[in-house]
């Protein structure tokens, strides 16, 4: 190893990390989508009101599982 060169203290790359979490929150925000056109599918709603509603919930879930991840790891 070279001088210049210091391990990492954490123990974890940050490039996985954040790639992690970009998946989890693509993934969360799908869920939400995918759901959400199911039940609307399955109700037989003309507009896609749970696809909507759910996808909103996806994207704040999301959000929220990012910040509390990033705070967390601090």
Known sequence: MQPSQQ???GGTNSVLR???VATQ????????VWG???LDHHFGFKT?????????LGVVLAVYLVIRDVMRKR
Do not use: E, R
């Not at 929150?25 to 939400?32: E, K, N, Y």
């Not at 896609?48 to 909103?56: F, N």
């Open 7 to 9: 391990p990492n203290k």
């Open 18 to 20: 954040y790639t992690s």
């Open 25 to 32: 929150m693509g993934l969360t925000i799908f869920l939400g």
């Open 36 to 38: 959400g056109m199911k």
């Open 48 to 56: 896609p009101i749970m696809t909507l509603v759910l996808s909103l």
